[in-house]
């Protein structure tokens, strides 16, 4: 197949962006894509890319040989287009599958399947031949910006996704399915090649299930809260009480919610939770009107406007209870992302309510990051409070912590306090508050009414 006979099957019009939506083609009744149609995935690929894929695997499979199926994606081409324009965006696709054409063997193909995306079939073609074409195309997408013939220079961000045909897949609409698995992966590099084993695909049905099951215990209303109290250090007196999630199995027992967390996150389920979380701790300050309350937040929620709506409107209906809150965000959050951290802590504190940044340490929060975020103090990650009595590593590292800290004007909270040594180590150190089980394991139950007034339902 010819240079020509390639870019045809790119591009089946003389313009290369009639066929785009918006752009003088008109739409099908349908509403799909001119040229496409939806294979049982629900996804939207050229039928002819469909059908000449099917057939390369098939004739692999007769004919004892390989091949490897590419997806190459661009993943910054929105931003192109919204600097430079829709025209130059297609310049660029353009000029990148002139740059990619020549490095094919005979009988590949490569077409554009969606904006960002292009296919490559590769024939007679071992996974080590892939990974080495990926690889040139790869440096393609890099050198980009300097090599192109396009009047402006502009950097591309890309990833590359394979599968080897028929060692991993054995029809297209397979093909593309593993291809886009291994795209969308949590590998980091830039070619990403399908290796799901058994193992990872029972890590994913287990991950739905634990979502399902999560999704189906908020549906039926059995996540509760359960309360740990926070200690001052000179009194012995309880300061305040952090909020932990509960779930309450289909036999009735209790147990906690934390493993459930990352699942949650990951299956675009932490809104809810963590909006049911903070719902049910502001109705438990109206209703108690002495208590103050602590609860955690996903990293996930410091970028969540809608999330910050929320707690806002519900603070103006009883602004009273907003200086008994206490927000807790961890460093991984300020660590993913310090502009938006900070303005999520100021928007908190704006409302009247107190920041925590939990996990103090574990993240080596800088100087600056601590003065940018301005929070009202900081919880020392547990994993250096545990062994304080026996590592002297540990002691000088708390220290350290506790000295930065209250250098900012903070108040600082050691969490983990699991018995008398460490309590007696953490009060000289100098700590403000201690949280454990040497003071107390969370309850469900409202320990800071009178008997008589709160129930454990």
């Not at 932490?270 to 502001?282: A, G, N, R």
């Not at 928007?347 to 100087?367: E, H, K, M, R």
């Not at 139950?445 to 008997?451: A, D, H």
């Amino acid at each position: 197949m010819n240079s020509k006979e390639k870019r045809s099957r790119m591009f089946p019009h003389e313009e290369p962006s009639a066929s785009l939506p918006g752009n003088g083609a008109p739409a099908p009744k349908d509403g799909t894509h001119p040229h496409e149609l939806a294979y049982p995935g629900g996804a939207f690929y050229p039928q002819e890319f469909i059908d000449s894929l099917e057939s390369t695997i098939q004739n692999a499979i007769r004919e004892h040989t390989s091949g490897s199926l590419l997806l190459v994606s661009i993943s910054n081409l929105a931003m192109i287009i919204n600097a430079y324009g829709h025209d130059t965006s297609e310049i660029v696709m353009h000029d990148l599958v002139r740059m990619i054409e020549p490095m094919l063997r005979e009988g590949s193909v490569v077409q554009r399947l969606q904006r960002d995306q292009l296919g490559i079939i590769l024939t007679n073609c071992y996974p080590e031949d892939a990974g080495a074409i990926a690889q040139r195309i790869h440096n393609i997408i890099q050198n980009f910006g300097r090599d192109h013939s396009a009047t402006v220079a502009l950097h591309l961000i890309g990833a590359i996704g394979s599968v080897s045909f028929p060692l991993e897949t054995a029809g297209a609409h397979d093909a593309l399915d593993k291809a886009y698995v291994a795209i969308n992966s949590l590998q980091s590099a830039p070619h990403r090649t399908f290796e799901m084993t058994r193992q990872e695909a029972d890590q994913c049905r287990q991950q739905m299930g634990l979502a399902n099951y999560l999704f189906k215990a908020f549906q039926e209303r059995r996540l509760r809260l359960a309360y740990q109290p926070v200690i001052k250090s000179k009194t012995g007196e309880v300061a305040h009480y952090e909020a932990l999630l509960r779930l309450v199995g289909s036999t009735g027992k209790i147990s906690t919610a934390g493993a459930l967390i990352p699942v949650a996150e990951k299956m675009g389920l932490i809104d809810l939770v963590d909006t049911m979380v903070m719902e049910k701790v502001i109705e438990e300050l109206r209703a108690s009107k002495d208590v103050i309350l602590a609860f955690n937040v996903s990293n996930l929620t410091t970028d969540n406007p809608v999330w910050l709506d929320r707690i806002g409107d519900l603070l103006k209906e009883t602004p009273e209870i907003a200086s008994r809150l206490i927000v807790e965000i961890t460093e991984t959050a300020a660590h993913r992302d310090l502009r938006r951290a900070a303005y999520f802590v100021a928007s908190l504190q704006s409302l009247g309510c107190q920041v925590a940044l939990d996990d103090f340490g574990s993240g080596y929060t800088s100087f600056r990051q601590l003065k940018a975020l301005s929070v009202d103090m900081v919880k020392i990650d547990g994993i250096f409070v545990k062994d304080l009595p026996r590592s002297a590593d540990s002691r000088f590292f708390v220290k350290t912590l506790l000295d930065f800290a209250q250098g900012f004007g903070l108040e600082t909270v050691a969490e983990f306090v699991e018995n008398g040594e460490i309590t007696k180590v953490l009060m000289e150190l100098g700590v403000d508050y201690m949280q454990g089980y040497y003071f107390g394991k969370p309850v469900t139950y409202r320990t800071w009414l009178n008997e008589g007034e709160y129930s454990k339902g």
